[in-house]
């Protein structure tokens, strides 16, 4: 089954690179310096932060549904990153690497199936969810702190 994964659009985050501390806070935003590597996946680009980069970690919607599962939760970004991630059939690294959540949504966002993988097998998953019809689009979650990696439609 053919799949294609997107990183955010940076164009919607691109108000906040260069703010101060005082704005970030404003907003809801904090900047870090990514201390490890891995550690901070960039959800534009979806790769690794490296060591010394500057990070915008903020609240982020990724389900702005009128659904039981409308949903926000907390994103590390890149500051200053210029283009998105697009491929079809290819797993990132920032996903292969880490035991993943994946969920899949009919068009509604309701979801209609979901379950934990390694993300060494992420393909396995993603082939299953979109052999049922219903399945419009799955969301990626990071497992352990459960948040928003991206999202997987059909190519």
Do not use: W
Request: aromatic share 10%.
């Amino acid at each position: 089954m053919n799949f294609r994964i997107q990183g955010l659009d940076p164009e919607q985050f691109r108000p906040l690179f260069g703010l101060s501390e005082e704005k970030l806070t404003e907003k809801g935003a904090r900047r870090l310096t990514a201390d490890s590597k891995p550690g901070y996946p960039d959800r534009i680009t979806l790769t690794e932060a490296e060591i010394g980069e500057s990070m915008l970690l903020l609240n982020f919607e990724h389900l702005p549904v009128e659904s039981p599962y409308r949903s926000r939760h907390a994103i590390f970004i890149r500051e200053g990153a210029g283009i998105a991630f697009d491929a079809v059939n290819f797993i990132p690294e920032v996903v292969r690497t880490r035991v993943m959540s994946l969920r899949a949504f009919d068009s509604n966002g309701f979801m209609l199936d979901a379950d934990v993988i390694e993300g060494s097998r992420v393909e396995e998953l993603i082939d299953r969810f979109f052999e049922n019809d219903s399945v419009d689009f799955v969301h990626a979650h990071y497992a352990k702190r459960g948040c928003f990696a991206c999202a997987i439609h059909r190519a």
